[in-house]
DNA sequence: ACCTCAAATCTATAGGCTTCGATATGGGTA
DNA sequence: TACCCATATCGAAGCCTATAGATTTGAGGT
């Protein structure tokens, strides 16, 4: 089970419609918390949440400079997350599970 | 905001351990509930609920056969969540956010 | 018709999450 | 040093979620 709690961090954080968009506003390039916050009708101290989880999960990572805070994607965290997708739709047919075997990709660890 | 609800429904539901676990076994092919639940330690009913969610954010689709309700994952929800994160890490350079003009891809439908 | 079994639904509870206002921190500036 | 301003943190309120036990539904077998 331990092996899916890295990548559910990341789901977590991307649960609310608010953090995506802050991600998606990302993608288009660093920005400056400021900037961030003139985007949404939410009070400073909810968007510094926000912008915690989103640099606890690893999926955005946060630069001081001065009085400000500038945030980035992690595009190391974002491809490994992509390939939790690319995985579900590969490597089919290996699995015997039908026969309750416990062979499937996350069945050992689950024991 | 509503562009995101879609995948926001997704990431909550893989936001659970044991739901993304879930839909990782299914990626081995279709798997009865009663197969599911033989892999955890949860109440019958849990597991019906945690399904039920699976299902109700298009990650699992559901295929009852007299007493039994096997279920599979839904291909082209996992693949237009792969896209989420394909579009979060191309298309970049073309935001000019820094400067304010609500320009990213998010930027348009939260005014 | 009756019983059995798989699954879904109902109800309640404990814990977690979102949000805000208030406060603290820490850099820049006068 | 004293004062702003941008963020972070704290504490509380309300809402949402995970979970289990009890009950219901519905299909198959006797």
């Known amino acids: 089970m331990e092996r899916y709690l890295e990548n559910t ?11 995506a968009m802050i991600v998606d506003m990302l993608s288009c390039g660093e920005l400056c918390a400021c900037m961030i916050l003139e985007k949404f009708e939410m ?3 909810t968007l510094s949440h ?7 999960c690893g999926l955005v990572k946060g ?7 500038y945030y980035s994607l992690d ?4 491809s490994r997350t992509k390939q939790f997708f690319s995985a ?5 047919g290996s699995c015997i599970c039908k026969e309750g075997a416990g062979c499937c990709k996350g069945c050992d660890e689950n024991e």
């Open 9 to 19: 961090k990341v789901f977590k954080a991307l649960g609310d419609p608010k953090r």
């Open 75 to 78: 595009t190391d965290t974002v």
């Open 88 to 92: 579900l739709t590969s490597d089919k």
């Open 63 to 69: 630069r001081e400079q001065g009085k400000w805070t």
């Open 50 to 56: 926000h912008m915690k989880l989103l640099c606890e």
């Open 43 to 45: 009070s400073q101290s």
